[in-house]
């Protein structure tokens, strides 16, 4: 089990702006594949981007070209930048990982719950019109 952490949620106005961050300690995030997810109230888990190890990324639709995933591997760090947040993005995003070859490659389209093996605990992002 590798111990995802992701940090930096909060509360914003729209059109504001959030980066996410997860980290896991004593394992090695440029070994993974990884995704971030997001689920609000009653509605279902939902894939928002995924990135190989080379730098290969799938977007969900609604949030291209506004959210941005990044990793930095000094730090050990995954990261998810949002811009211009609406309030449907309100949601707590989840940091994902599963183990996978540095030739791996990611589709382009967006996460699918059952590709990803290692779950952190979640973050929540509210966004208020």
């Known amino acids: 089990q590798v111990p995802l952490v992701e940090s930096g949620g909060g509360s914003v106005q729209s059109g504001g702006s959030l980066r996410l961050s997860c980290t896991a300690y004593?394992?090695?995030?440029?070994?993974?594949?990884m995704a971030w997810f997001r689920q609000a109230p009653g509605k279902e888990r939902e894939g928002v981007v995924q990135a190989d190890r080379t730098g290969g990324t799938g977007y969900a639709d609604s949030v291209r070209g506004r959210f941005t995933i990044s990793r930095d591997n000094r730090k050990n760090t995954l990261y998810l930048q949002m811009n211009s947040l609406k309030p449907e993005d309100t949601a707590t995003y989840y940091c994902?990982?599963?183990?996978?070859?540095?030739?791996?490659?990611?589709?382009?389209?967006?996460?699918?719950?059952?590709?990803?093996?290692?779950w952190g605990q979640g973050t929540q992002v509210t966004v208020s019109s």
């Open positions: 004593g394992y090695t995030l440029s070994n993974y594949c």
């Open positions: 994902t990982a599963f183990p996978c070859f540095i030739f791996y490659r990611i589709s382009r389209s967006p996460p699918e719950v059952g590709e990803y093996t290692y």
